[in-house]
């Protein structure tokens, strides 16, 4: 079996093994974005194809809303590869359980809260903007219908987070992907054959997601079936118990601190867009999807590292934690270097073919031509972040990560502004890959002091 359910007792981490958890988390991580181009896609291919940027604003709201909220699934990972690592599988499970209320209860608070939510992000993205009023009317409808998703999605990111813990990554995949197929044949439907633009968008993105979290259901009872049974390993007077809730809700607030403001960077990327007219927000909003299957396709090999470090640290006590440690950074960096030159050149490649099967002649696709040597570089901008991403979480360290990521904000934001302002649409795109740069330095200073946490030499 390529996956395991427990940690294995060598000190040592083979390259098959990380191979075995990276796959199927890479792909489960890149169809995220490729939902998006999807989309783009299909509106490319209706009679309204200036509905991309609807989506591009809209989508802002939903990434910096579940963005915010991967606290959820980072911190079940963490918590549950250290509970497997100490070999403790009622705290695995109570972990799965703690994650998936409080994403739930979330969700349900944004479905109620949709109304001053949508109010207030559309009027802030309004400030500065060049596009039109019917990009932000079809945005609305876009964020109108796809909010019902919200208990769904965040309750699925402790199942995602449940599943790479314990080493079944494949069925983080096969969930993923079936939302995806799903999805691509809903857009179809709703978008290419019916019309019906943003909103068709929305609607199949919202069936899917609950689809999604259905399925998490079925694949979470096989993990418990083959781990003692659904009935056994429950002791539901330390499921909320006072010394984990602390522990979960301190963890919790950092990444949630560390997330919120990487949404928002990403967000304050779309709305400075908006600054160069719908056509540039168009090509940037399609440049992105393909930055981000490049940083989420990369995942994978952060993933494991979540995992492997999780279970190193919590079998620190007993010889061979930091051996564990040390080999499975060193081994994960190694293969996500490979995966990002492989990446690169890739783009390099395949760039122009990408773009056109992306954007239809014209305008918009020169201009996402413009922008696209951005994306080309970005596998070996993004890599090293992502991946000292994955060690942090595995360790629970969202101190240092929050830390890090309020330095480098602090100086995208302005830098942004006036890079913006001087070289237009580049100096935008150049801010935006330094601000990743820089999260991997800020990172990089604290790495030795989680290192000198294990006794071991």
Not at 410 to 416: C, H, Q, R, T, Y
Request: charged share 15%; hydrophobic share 55%.
């Amino acid at each position: 079996m390529a996956n395991q359910t427990t940690p294995k007792a060598s000190t040592s981490i083979s390259y098959r093994r990380i191979f075995a958890l990276a796959w199927p988390a890479s792909v489960a991580s890149s169809v995220t974005p490729l939902l998006g181009a999807v989309d783009v896609w299909a509106l490319a291919h209706s009679s309204r194809p200036l509905d991309v940027a609807a989506i591009g604003l809209g989508s802002v709201i939903f990434s910096l809303a579940y963005w915010s909220f991967g606290f959820i699934r980072m911190s079940v990972a963490g918590l549950t590869a250290q509970a497997a690592g100490s070999e403790d599988e009622v705290e695995a499970r109570a972990a799965l359980i703690r994650g998936a209320v409080i994403g739930a209860g979330i969700g349900l608070a944004l479905v109620i809260l949709q109304f001053p939510i949508g109010y207030f992000a559309f009027e802030a993205m309004r400030v500065g903007s060049g596009a039109s009023p019917d990009t932000f009317a079809s945005a609305q409808t876009y964020f109108a219908i796809r909010i019902w998703g919200a208990p769904f999605v965040l309750a699925s990111y402790a199942a995602f987070g449940w599943f790479s813990a314990r080493e079944r990554t494949d069925y983080l995949m096969i969930v993923s992907v079936a939302i995806t197929v799903l999805n691509i044949g809903l857009d179809y439907i709703f978008v290419v054959h019916f019309n019906w633009g943003a909103a068709g968008v929305a609607a199949g993105t919202l069936i899917a997601e609950i689809f999604g979290f259905f399925a998490c259901l079925l694949f979470i009872a096989i993990v418990l079936i083959r781990n003692g049974g659904i009935k056994s390993h429950w002791r539901f007077n330390e499921l909320w118990s006072a010394r984990q809730v602390r522990r979960t809700i301190s963890i919790n607030r950092d990444i949630f601190i560390r997330t919120v403001l990487l949404a928002f960077c990403f967000a304050w990327f779309i709305q400075r867009s908006g600054a160069f007219g719908d056509v540039a927000l168009a090509a940037n909003q399609t440049l992105l999807q393909l930055f981000l299957f490049t940083g989420l396709a990369l995942d994978g090999t952060a993933i494991a590292a979540e995992t492997l470090v999780g279970q190193a640290l919590g079998a620190k006590d007993r010889r061979g934690g930091g051996q564990r440690y040390d080999s499975a950074v060193r081994r994960t960096f190694e293969l996500a270097g490979i995966a990002a030159l492989l990446f690169t050149f890739f783009y390099w490649l395949a760039g122009d073919a990408l773009i056109a099967l992306l954007t239809p002649a014209g305008d918009l696709r020169e201009a996402t031509r413009t922008y696209m040597p951005w994306v080309i570089i970005s596998p070996l901008i993004v890599v090293a972040g992502f991946q000292l991403d994955g060690v942090f979480i595995g360790a629970t360290r969202a101190k240092e990560m929050r830390n890090s990521m309020i330095v480098s904000t602090a100086i995208f934001l302005p830098a942004s502004l006036w890079a913006g302002a001087a070289f237009g649409n580049h100096g935008l795109w150049a801010v935006f890959s330094i601000f990743f740069i820089l999260r991997a330095l800020t990172l990089l200073v604290y790495l030795p002091r989680l290192r000198a946490s294990f006794s071991e030499p």
